[in-house]
Structure formats: C-alpha cells, structure tokens
C-alpha cells in the first residue's frame, strides 16, 4: 500500500518534466507580464512611480493574497469556493458583535471567529465530498445564505470596533510595510512549502489531477477535499478579522465580489481550473498584476465600467493560454 501511495502522490519523470517546464513558461510570461504593465503605467498614471503607492497597493491586494492561496490549493484540487467574499465580510461582522455587544475580548473573539471559520469550511468540504455535492453548488449556496446572515444580524448597518490596538493588525505597519502585507509575505512561503515540499501538497495534485487514480492508490480523497475547504475557510476568515481591523467595524457589505477577485488572480497566475497543475509564485504574480491594473486605472481616471470589462478578458485570456498550455503538455 505505501509503494502504490508513493507512485501516485509522485508523477513519473517525463510528465514531472513536462508539467514543471509548464509552469515555468506561464510563470516567466506571467512575470514579463507584470514589468510591462508596471512600465506602462510609470510612464502613463500620476504618482504610480512612488513608494507609497507601491505599498498602498500591495495592502490594497493583501487581504485578496491570504485568500487566494488557499483557494489556490483548492482550485488545484479540482474544486472551488464562491462564498469566501461573504465568509470574509461574515467574519468581520461576527467579531464585532463578539466584542461590541457580548463583550468578548478581541484575542478571545478572534479565536472563536477563526474556529467559525474553519467549521463553516470543513462544512462545506464535508457535503462536496461525502454527499458529492459539486462544490459549486455548495458554495454557491453558503455564499447567498452567510452574506443575507450578516445582513440580518447587522440590519444591514456596520458595527464600529473601537479598539486602538486592533486597529494595528489591518491598518498598522512595521518598518514602514503594512501588516496585512507581511502577513500575507509570510503566508505565502507557508502554502509554498505545502504545495511543493509535502506529502500533502503532492496528494492534492494527485487528487486534482486524477482523484479516482488517487482512491485507487490509497490517498484518503475525501479527507483531502474537506481539508482544502476547512483551509479556505480558515484563510476568508482571517481576511475578514484584518478588514474589521482596518475599517475599524464589521460590515455586512464589505468584500463584495472579492470571490471574482481571488479566483481571478489564481487563474490569472496559471492555475488550471481543470485541476492538478498550479503554483504559489504564480498566484502571487496574479495577485500582483490585477492589483497593479487597479490602481494604474484608477490612477489614470479610468471608468469603473472599463475596468471590469478589462478584467472579464484578462480571465478569459488567462483561461485561454492555460488550455492550450494543457493541450501541448498532455500530448
């Protein structure tokens, strides 16, 4: 059983070869990518070239960043979450009434929210994979009911947090780089280290690529799948803790569409929605880029309208040059 679990979990040598020449081909388009439109907007959008711009940008993507690695894992995995904007805003709102109306302490409060979290996902991940469920659906449907949740316990209202030091954690900075950002730093070089360097990080591309093949082998398919979830609950809700940090409330509005934000920059960074192929440096660099377009247009007075239907074909772009990257390495 251990020798059949170690071949799955470790791909045959010309398709390791294969697929990691892949990754470094979307990765290093994907970085020329990111230092044209950094030129382009330097030369074209007022106080772009400044550092504190630089900085406000990656805060402004930060909160996105924590998100997308989790749902880079799952995403991988051949699965999906459209509830992590209305988990992130739940999140937030949950610690204020923990705090502003039971009293709770912010550590205390912030520990409860967190396990909330990572329930919520490991709820979800638990229908996906025991009653097979398409993780679309499921989410789909957490999504409607936690965002329409905050809305009731809120009546819609936010609910200021009045704690200065809380206040540090999304608003903060140390040497001059924001919180938000060194947390996301430090959380990306913890989900590279899983996805490359351990059996579970391994299991999870198996069970992408192949999840019957993965059964077969003996990876515990199911239990990976409820993991993933359990992750990119725990990851929204710690978005959402840091966002009540920064607003200084819990909103039940707040993270609109940050789902549609998240799994772009993971697409964008090369992750195949088919499952099975994908890296960390990739989604980091999609996080980078789509925040970069954000502020340069803004910056240059571009139409909110615009800038969606920018979007819309940068995704579809993405999606296009991940299949045809997929074609050639399968044949």
Avoid: C
């Avoid at 960043?65 to 459209?82: F, N, Q, S, Y």
């Avoid at 988990?87 to 205390?108: D, E, H, K, R």
């Avoid at 890296?279 to 615009?306: E, K």
Wanted: no cysteine.
């Amino acid at each position: 059983m251990s020798t059949e679990t170690k071949i799955s979990v470790t791909p045959n040598t010309p398709q390791l070869l294969r697929t990691s020449a892949a990754n470094r081909i979307r990765e290093a388009g994907l970085l020329g990518a990111v230092i044209v439109v950094f030129i382009i907007f330097s030369l074209t959008a007022p106080n772009f070239f400044t550092i504190g711009n630089f900085l406000d940008v990656l805060h402004a993507v930060a909160l996105q960043g924590i998100v997308a690695w989790g749902m880079t894992l799952l995403i991988i995995g051949a699965e999906i979450d459209i509830s992590v904007g209305p988990v992130v805003a739940f999140a937030s709102v949950l610690l204020a009434i923990l705090n502003t109306q039971f009293g709770v302490p912010i550590p205390i409060a912030v520990l409860l929210v967190l396990l909330e979290g990572t329930a919520v996902g490991l709820g979800a991940g638990f229908i996906r994979a025991y009653f097979n469920v398409p993780s679309f659906i499921v989410t789909l449907a957490l999504w409607t009911s936690i965002r329409g949740l905050a809305y009731l316990m809120t009546n819609g209202l936010p609910i200021p947090i009045s704690s200065a030091s809380f206040q540090f954690w999304g608003g903060g900075s140390i040497a001059g780089i924001p919180v938000p950002v060194i947390i996301m730093l430090l959380l990306f070089g913890v989900f590279w280290f899983i996805s490359q360097r351990t059996v579970f990080g391994r299991s999870v591309f198996a069970v992408g690529g192949n999840a019957d093949a993965a059964r077969l082998s003996g990876i515990p398919v199911s239990r990976i799948r409820v993991i993933l979830f359990g992750i990119t609950g725990l990851l929204s809700t710690l978005s959402g803790i840091l966002l009540a940090s920064w607003l200084g409330s819990g909103n039940p509005g707040a993270a609109t569409g940050m789902e549609f934000d998240v799994i772009a920059a993971v697409i964008v960074g090369g992750t195949d929605l088919f499952g099975g192929r994908g890296t960390m440096f990739g989604t980091l660099l999609g996080v980078i880029l789509i925040g970069m377009l954000a502020n340069g247009l803004i910056l240059m007075g571009v139409s909110p309208y615009v800038q969606d239907i920018l979007r819309g074909v940068i995704i579809l772009v993405a999606v296009l040059i991940n299949t045809l990257v997929r074609r050639r390495s399968i044949t």
